[in-house]
T-cell receptor, first 112, second 114 residues
Framework: DAKTTQPNSMESNEEEPVHLPCNHSTISGTDYIHWYRQLPSQGPEYVIHGLTSNVNNRMASLAIAEDRKSSTLILHRATLRDAAVYYCILRASNFGNEKLTFGTGTRLTIIP | SAVISQKPSRDICQRGTSLTIQCQVDSQVTMMFWYRQQPGQSLTLIATANQGSEATYESGFVIDKFPISRPNLTFSTLTVSNMSPEDSSIYLC???????????FGAGTRLSVL
């Protein structure tokens, strides 16, 4: 399985944008980039995913490098509720049958 | 989206006993998964629960230790057998939604083994 590398932790001030990086230098052409987050005492929740083009949804934006070897999850205006562990995961296809393999993720702390 | 209920939410068990965790989904789903999250660690997939057939286990996990049932498309159970303190973890049920590129997770069962 292609692996991802994320910083162990990051801090950000409330109401400021947050850029969470992810490196995936061994990504294959059919791997989708997925982001999940795990709030304290909860199961993970889906954030966003993409293949090549940048993606936006109500939660976040995903910026994918042109060579696809890295990506950045962007929270446009962080709130205290965004404090969580964020996981960047490569998934082999968009058909959904492939399992999610979680790495160590980035623990995001939001400073009031 | 899919709403997942797990029971129990937490339990404290004695060494050598077994605990069965239930996972109920509010809609029919094709894929159900069981994960383990050890203290301070990330999630590890235990197995894929298959409806009408034996579960598919990941490397390092065996049926005798973690028997799984899936009698229908909305329900599954995971049993943690002959428990030891090393089994103290959070166990999470997950399902693949209708939008097949999204997985939904339950809140988990926090298990402590004394």
């Amino acid at each position: 399985d292609a692996k991802t590398t994320q910083p162990n932790s990051m801090e950000s001030n409330e109401e400021e944008p947050v850029h969470l990086p992810c490196n995936h230098s061994t990504i294959s052409g059919t791997d989708y980039i997925h982001w999940y987050r795990q709030l304290p005492s909860q199961g993970p929740e889906y954030v966003i995913h993409g293949l090549t083009s940048n993606v936006n949804n109500r939660m976040a934006s995903l910026a994918i490098a042109e060579d696809r070897k890295s990506s950045t999850l962007i929270l446009h205006r962080a709130t205290l509720r965004d404090a969580a562990v964020y996981y960047c995961i490569l998934r082999a296809s968009n058909f959904g049958n492939e399992k999610l393999t979680f790495g160590t993720g980035t623990r995001l702390t939001i400073i009031p | 989206s899919a709403v997942i209920s797990q029971k129990p939410s937490r339990d404290i068990c004695q060494r050598g006993t077994s605990l069965t965790i239930q996972c109920q989904v509010d809609s029919q789903v094709t894929m159900m998964f069981w994960y383990r999250q050890q203290p301070g660690q990330s999630l590890t997939l235990i197995a894929t629960a298959n409806q009408g057939s034996e579960a598919t286990y990941e490397s390092g996990f065996v049926i005798d230790k973690f028997p799984i049932s899936r009698p229908n498309l909305t329900f599954s159970t995971l049993t943690v057998s002959n428990m030891s303190p090393e089994d103290s973890s959070i166990y999470l049920c997950s399902v693949q939604g209708l939008a097949k590129n999204i997985q939904y997770f339950g809140a988990g069962t926090r298990l402590s083994v004394l």
